[in-house]
């Protein structure tokens, strides 16, 4: 059974730094794609970034200056770093697994089977 755990959200001063992990259970990083999606109240969910297959790393435009994927193997853990944070990163932040996932459905979170529960990040002014 595969289970995904984020944690290391929170309230934060615009400019603020923080650091989300994503626990896996249940599936190895090897071939499968991690990704981070947000949702904000009343939005679609929007993909933010992507280890595919566990090689190459992928970013939305808007955060890729400031938000920095990464993962640590031996954790089974996946992080998100994210840097000088804006009123508008405020969001319920998710982690998602999916395996034989292709380039092009990289960003569709309707693309990944496996989610977490989400982890509250606002940010204020």
């Known amino acids: 059974q595969v289970q995904l755990a984020e944690s290391g959200g929170g309230f934060v001063q615009a400019g603020d730094s923080l650091r989300l992990s994503c626990v896996v259970s249940?599936?190895?990083?090897?071939?499968?794609?991690m990704g981070w999606f947000r949702q904000a109240p009343g939005s679609e969910r929007q993909f933010l970034a992507a280890f595919f297959r566990n090689q190459n790393t992928y970013y939305e435009d808007s955060v890729k200056d400031r938000f920095t994927i990464s993962r640590d193997s031996a954790k089974n853990t996946v992080y998100l770093q994210m840097n000088s944070l804006k009123v508008e990163d405020t969001a319920v932040y998710y982690c998602a697994a999916g395996r034989g996932l292709i380039l092009s459905s990289l960003r569709g979170h309707r693309n990944y089977p496996y989610w977490g529960q989400g982890t509250q990040v606002t940010v204020s002014s």
């Open positions: 249940g599936l190895t990083f090897s071939g499968s794609t």
